[in-house]
C-alpha cells in the first residue's frame, strides 16, 4: 500500500502526516520536494528515534501546496491541531521570566512569566532573563535603590518598606509626578543594560557612608556596585548599537541536535537557553521548525534575529514578520559562531547524560509493555486518591507519554462525595475522567494505572466496559514496607512481581511518587480553603455571593489574615470587613 502510494506523491513543496496502526498521526513533517522526502522514510538505513519512528508508519497522507512558507506555516498549523507524539517530543516547553515595570500611576517592579497577558504592555517588558533568580536579583537591587510602590493595594497607613526608605508612603503622602517620571527613565535606562547611572549613584553614596564611618553600610553598597560592574556588565558585545537580538546556534552529532540561543538586550548577552534532542527530520527542517516554535510560547520577539548561513532567512522572516539575518562576515558572524561553539560545548558536556537518560527511560517503557504484552505503550495515566477522615476527597491524574512525565495532561478531580469509600471514588473518577475522553475525542491511553489491588482494578474495568472501551488496566500493590512490589493485571487475571533492582521497578515508583505528590498538593489546597470557608461562615453578614467572591479572591486563610479592611471592604461592608479582621486577631 505504502510502496503504491508513494509513487503517486508529486516533487511539489507541502507537507506530509504519518500514521500508526491506530489511524493515528504520529508525526507531521514538511518538504520542498514531498516525493523525495517520503522516498527517504521507507529506504535506506535509519538510526534512533527516526529508526523508532520508521517502524511504527502505516499509512500516511499529503498535502501540496504552493511555496516553501506555506508549506512551514501549515507544518506549524498541523501540529498545533493533531499534537504527534513524535513532533511532541522534540518540543521544548521552558519558558523565561520578564521584569515588568507596571504601567500604573505609581510603578511596580513585577516578576512575570505569562507575557501574553491582555493587561500587559509589551513596551514595559524587559528579558528574558536566563532564570528566576536573576530577574528577582534585577528587581530587588532596583526596589533597594529606588523608592517604589512594593504593596499590591494601597494602604490605610505606611507599611515596613516606607520606615526603611523604600518607599514614599503613596498610600498617605501626595505624589511627586516629576520625580515618579525621573525614576521611571532611570530604571528604564537600566533595563535597557545601561548601567553607568546607577553604578555612579552607588559609588557616591558608598564613598559618602565609608566617610561617615558606616563601613557595613558601605560595605552592602560595595557588594551592589560589585554585581553590576562585574556580574551585569561582563557579557558586553562589541555591537555599537543597542537593538534587541536573538542569536541561534546549533551543532549536530550522533543523531543528536544541540542547539543554543543567545539573548543579547542593550549590547549584552543577558542569558542564553540551550536544548538537545534525537533529530527526526533533515537539519534545516529541524532548524527552522524549533525557531517557529520558540516564539510560539511566553517568549516576545526581538528586532532582529541572526542564524546560521544554511538556514533561508527569508522564509522564516516572512512567518516569524521579525527581521532574519545570515551575517557572512564580520562582528554578527562571530557571534553566531559563539552560538555554534556553545552548542557544540553543551552536546559534549551533555551527550552521555542524556544518552543514558534516553535509553533508561525508552527501556524501562519498553520493558513495561512486554511485560504487560501491550504492543505500544505511548501513554500512560495514572491516579491516585486522597481524602482526610473521608473529607475533601480528591483524585488526581498524571500523564507519562514515551516515559516522561507530561506535566500539561495532569488533572484534578474533586469528588462529589464526602465519604471513606476507595472503591466509589474510584468509580466516580474514572468514568468523570473516561466519558471526557469520549465526548471530546480525547487522546485515549495505552495503559492505566491505579494505585491498590484486584478491588480498585475491578472497578475502574467495570466502569471502561459500560463505556465501551477496552484500554489495559493494572493495580500496584505494596508489600508490610509499604513498597510496590507486585502488578495486579488482568486477561487473563496475574500477579507479577518486580524485582526492586529493575529499571521497571524504578519507573513505576517514579510515577506513583509523582501522582502521590500532585494529588496530595491539590488536597492540601483544598484543606486550606475548607479552612477559610469555615472562618466565613462564623461571621455575620457574609451570605452565599459575598462569601464565593472571598473565596475566590484570598484562596486561603494566611491570604486573609494579610488583607487589610481597606481592601475587605471593596467585597464586604465597612462594619462587617472591621468584624472579620477583628475575628481573625483572636482565631
Not at 516564539?295 to 521579525?322: A, F, G, H, M, T
Not at 482494578?457 to 466496559?465: D, G, M, P, S
Not at 489546597?525 to 451570605?543: D, H, M, P, T, Y
Request: hydrophobic content about 35%.
Amino acid at each position: 500500500m505504502i510502496k503504491e502510494k508513494l509513487s503517486l506523491v508529486p516533487n511539489n513543496p507541502g507537507c506530509y502526516l504519518m500514521k500508526n496502526n491506530d489511524n493515528v498521526i504520529i508525526y507531521v513533517g514538511k518538504a520542498k520536494k514531498l516525493k523525495n522526502r517520503l522516498n527517504s522514510y521507507f529506504h535506506g538505513t535509519h538510526y534512533g528515534k527516526t529508526k523508532k519512528l520508521v517502524s511504527e508508519i502505516v499509512d500516511f497522507e499529503y498535502i501540496v501546496v504552493n511555496s516553501e512558507t506555506e508549506s512551514l506555516i501549515l507544518e506549524q498549523n498541523l501540529i498545533k491541531k493533531y499534537n504527534p507524539k513524535y513532533n511532541i517530543l522534540l518540543r521544548d516547553d521552558k519558558s523565561y521570566p520578564y521584569i515588568e515595570f507596571t504601567d500604573e500611576k505609581i510603578p511596580r517592579l513585577l516578576v512575570v512569566r505569562n507575557v501574553n497577558r491582555k493587561k500587559t504592555n509589551k513596551n514595559r517588558l524587559f528579558g528574558p532573563y536566563p532564570n528566576v533568580t536573576a530577574a528577582r536579583s534585577t528587581v530587588n537591587l532596583l526596589n533597594r535603590m529606588y523608592p517604589l510602590r512594593k504593596c499590591t493595594s494601597f494602604n490605610s497607613k505606611p507599611c515596613l518598606y516606607y520606615h526603611i526608605n523604600q518607599c514614599l508612603g503613596y498610600c498617605t503622602n501626595s505624589v511627586n509626578e516629576d520625580s515618579i517620571k525621573q525614576m521611571e527613565e532611570e530604571i528604564i535606562k537600566f533595563l535597557k543594560g545601561d548601567h553607568s547611572l546607577i553604578s555612579d549613584k552607588i559609588k557616591e553614596e558608598m564613598i559618602r557612608e565609608s566617610e561617615l564611618l558606616n563601613y557595613e553600610k558601605a560595605k552592602e553598597l560595595k557588594e551592589l556596585y560589585d554585581y553590576i560592574t562585574i556580574t551585569l556588565a561582563k557579557q558586553k558585545v562589541e555591537i555599537e548599537d543597542t537593538i534587541d537580538r536573538d542569536v541561534f546556534g546549533y551543532f549536530e552529532d550522533k543523531d543528536m541536535l544541540s542547539i543554543q540561543v543567545l539573548f543579547i538586550r542593550g549590547g549584552k548577552i543577558i542569558g542564553r537557553h540551550s536544548n538537545i534532542f534525537p533529530i527526526i527530520d533533515d537539519i534545516e527542517n529541524e532548524l527552522n521548525r524549533y525557531i517557529i516554535s520558540f516564539y510560539e510560547k511566553d517568549i516576545i520577539k526581538p528586532k532582529e534575529i541572526l542564524i546560521p548561513s544554511n538556514l533561508n532567512e527569508q522564509l522564516l522572516e516572512s512567518v516569524l514578520e521579525v527581521k532574519v539575518k545570515s551575517p557572512q562576515k564580520g562582528l554578527k558572524l562571530k557571534i553566531v559562531e559563539m552560538a555554534n561553539d556553545n552548542a557544540k560545548i553543551s552536546l559534549g558536556n551533555e551527550f552521555e547524560l542524556i544518552k543514558r537518560d534516553e535509553q533508561k527511560t525508552a527501556g524501562a517503557n519498553e520493558a513495561l509493555a512486554e511485560l504487560l504484552n501491550i504492543k505500544t505503550l505511548d501513554r500512560i495515566e495514572i491516579f491516585d486518591n486522597s481524602n482526610l477522615f473521608g473529607n475533601f476527597n480528591v483524585s488526581g491524574m498524571v500523564v507519562f507519554c514515551n516515559g516522561k512525565p507530561n506535566k500539561n495532561e495532569y488533572r484534578k478531580f474533586k469528588i462529589t462525595r464526602d465519604s471513606n469509600d476507595d472503591y466509589g471514588t474510584m468509580r466516580e473518577v474514572i468514568y468523570r475522567r473516561y466519558f471526557r475522553v469520549l465526548k471530546d475525542n480525547l487522546t485515549k491511553p495505552n495503559l492505566i494505572i491505579v494505585d491498590g489491588g484486584l478491588g480498585q482494578v475491578n472497578v475502574a474495568k467495570e466502569v471502561l466496559t459500560s463505556l465501551g472501551l477496552n484500554i489495559p488496566i493494572i493495580g500496584l500493590k505494596k508489600d508490610n514496607k509499604h513498597r510496590t512490589d507486585t502488578i495486579i493485571a488482568l486477561n487473563p487475571l496475574r500477579e507479577i512481581k518486580i524485582d526492586h533492582s529493575s529499571d521497571v521497578f524504578f519507573y513505576l515508583e517514579r510515577m506513583q511518587d509523582e501522582v502521590h505528590n500532585f494529588t496530595i498538593n491539590y488536597h492540601k489546597q483544598l484543606r486550606s480553603k475548607g479552612a477559610l470557608e469555615s472562618v466565613l461562615l462564623n461571621i455575620e453578614g457574609i451570605g452565599d455571593k459575598r462569601l464565593h467572591e472571598l473565596l475566590k479572591k484570598y484562596k486561603t486563610l494566611n491570604n486573609l489574615k494579610k488583607a487589610s479592611i481597606e481592601d475587605l471592604s471593596s467585597i464586604l461592608s465597612r462594619k462587617v470587613a472591621i468584624n472579620l479582621k477583628d475575628f481573625l486577631h483572636h482565631y
